[in-house]
């Protein structure tokens, strides 16, 4: 019995969605937690990287998180070909990383605005 269209479209942006999760927070642990950060070793993190990431064929995304990740592994391979300044790619690529990881969090959680009225009439 062979898998519908539909599940193996899900599994491929599954599959996808994953590589692209691995890809990134693979490079933000590094630029984050490297003591000595050189372009040589971040453009030799990204060719590893993309060996995982380059078996998986790229699916289209469609909510709004996956699709910012997406451009910001873009990103980072755009910086591995540019000659830009590392601490200038660390800045910028951590800063990315953080507000993908505020926007996702800023859904998961959200904060009662008038907490203390709430128990007001359990006295």
Not at 39 to 44: F, L, P
Not at 51 to 57: A, G, I, K, L, Q
Not at 102 to 109: D, G, I, T
Request: net charge positive; glycine share 0%; hydrophobic share 30%.
């Amino acid at each position: 019995m062979a898998a519908s269209k539909k599940a193996i479209e899900n599994s491929n942006r599954l599959r996808y969605v994953r590589a692209l999760e691995r890809f990134c927070k693979s490079l933000v642990s590094y630029l984050s937690n490297s003591d000595e950060l050189t372009k040589e070793r971040y453009d030799k993190k990204i060719e590893n990287a993309l060996r995982v990431y380059s078996r998986v064929e790229e699916v289209s995304l469609y909510k709004g998180e996956l699709q910012d990740m997406q451009k910001l592994v873009k990103k980072m391979i755009a910086y591995a070909k540019s000659d830009e300044d590392v601490q200038n790619i660390k800045e910028d690529l951590l800063y990315s990383a953080n507000q993908l990881d505020k926007n996702k969090n800023a859904r998961r959680y959200k904060k009662d605005k008038h907490s203390k009225s709430k128990y007001e009439d359990w006295d």
